[in-house]
Nanobody, 119 residues
Framework: QVQLVESGGGLVQPGGSLRLSCAAS????????MGWYRQAPGKQRDLVAT???????IYADSVKGRFTISRDNAKNTAYLQMNSLKPEDTAVYFC?????????????WGQGTQVTVSS
């Protein structure tokens, strides 16, 4: 059983920065793909960024050049560094982990952390 716990959300002014953390516990392997999604009120949950076990990354166009995803396998933790934040970045941010174990696919979600960008 894998559990993901996000932290680091909060209220920040436009142009500011936040760093989100996603701590994983349980049987999460180093080759798992981890990612961040976000969901604004009344909208669908959208991909923000992903990082594979090998360190390859994908970003949504809306965050390229402003957000950076990273991971520390020794700590079983993924991070999302968010710079130059805009009001449209306001959303609940969810951590996601995906892995294949013995031919079976498993996906895990965290509970989410609120990010509010407002003056």
């Amino acid at each position: 059983q894998v559990q993901l716990v996000e932290s680091g959300g909060g209220l920040v002014q436009p142009g500011g920065s936040l760093r989100l953390s996603c701590a994983a516990s349980g049987s999460l392997f180093d080759n798992a793909t981890m990612g961040w999604y976000r969901q604004a009120p009344g909208k669908q949950r959208d991909l923000v960024a992903t990082i594979t076990g090998g360190g390859s990354t994908i970003y949504a166009d809306s965050v390229k050049g402003r957000f950076t995803i990273s991971r520390d396998n020794a700590k079983n933790t993924a991070y999302l560094q968010m710079n130059s934040l805009k009001p449209e970045d306001t959303a609940v941010y969810f951590c996601y982990a995906f892995q294949v174990v013995s031919g079976k696919s498993y996906g895990h979600w965290g509970q989410g952390t609120q990010v509010t960008v407002s003056s």
